[in-house]
T-cell receptor, first 114, second 110 residues
Framework: KAGVTQTPRYLIKTRGQQVTLSCSPI?????VSWYQQTPGQGLQFLFE???????NKGNFPGRFSGRQFSNSRSEMNVSTLELGDSALYLC?????????????FGPGTRLLVL | GDSVTQMEGPVTLSEEAFLTINCTYT??????LFWYVQYPGEGLQLLLK?????DKGSNKGFEATYRKETTSFHLEKGSVQVSDSAVYFC?????????FGQGTRLTINP
């Protein structure tokens, strides 16, 4: 099976712009989670989607949003970018998002905000 | 809320040395526990996991035992290799999400 794929892999934006990141989960996986990784804050949970519904959300401002499509692919959007949004954004998938399930991670999208 | 505390890094060892990376957690209920590894420029890969107390997860020579009494899940390997150099994350499985420790950077010198 193909793994989790994320596009684009690298992105440079300027403050105030918006960005959309894409994630394709492993075939058959219906749960998709997003995480932000920074040197200062480490790995932080953004949100989780299952069957096109957001089931859980981390402590991030409303500028961070996401959605999931009927084929389980997911996108996250960050509006009005700030310098502090520079990070590696990781997507992970699992069959149904159960707490005992392994989450499989993609390679990430590295976002640099100038 | 749920949290994970990992041993501060970075950790530098010589090849064939014994490795321990400490991990303790705070959680309500009985979460699953995971160790993930991140190699440079890559995403996270599952190293091992344990889903209930006293379970031992193992993979590639690494082991960790779920200790409910000490709320710990320490990672061990008897003889490390240069190829084990990476960042290691301890995590607990919560409601539709993982809660991660801060990560421990491990460097193995030949």
């Amino acid at each position: 099976k193909a793994g989790v794929t994320q596009t684009p892999r690298y992105l440079i934006k300027t403050r105030g712009q918006q960005v959309t990141l894409s994630c394709s989960p492993i075939s058959g996986h219906r749960s998709v989670s997003w995480y932000q990784q920074t040197p200062g804050q480490g790995l932080q949970f953004l949100f989780e989607y299952f069957s096109e519904t957001q089931r859980n959300k981390g402590n991030f401002p409303g500028r961070f949003s996401g959605r999931q499509f009927s084929n389980s692919r997911s996108e996250m959007n960050v509006s009005t970018l700030e310098l502090g949004d520079s990070a590696l954004y990781l997507c992970a998938s699992s069959p149904i998002g159960g707490s005992q399930e392994t989450q499989y991670f993609g390679p990430g999208t590295r976002l640099l905000v100038l | 809320g749920d949290s994970v505390t990992q041993m501060e890094g970075p950790v530098t060892l010589s090849e064939e040395a014994f490795l321990t990376i400490n991990c303790t957690y705070t959680a309500t209920g009985y979460p699953s526990l995971f160790w993930y590894v991140q190699y440079p420029g890559e995403g996270l890969q599952l190293l091992l996991k344990a889903t209930k107390a006293d379970d031992k997860g193992s993979n590639k020579g690494f082991e960790a035992t779920y200790r409910k009494e000490t709320t710990s899940f320490h990672l061990e390997k008897g003889s490390v290799q240069v190829s084990d150099s990476a960042v290691y994350f301890c995590a607990l499985g919560g409601a539709q999400k993982l809660v991660f420790g801060q990560g421990t950077r491990l460097t193995i010198n030949p």
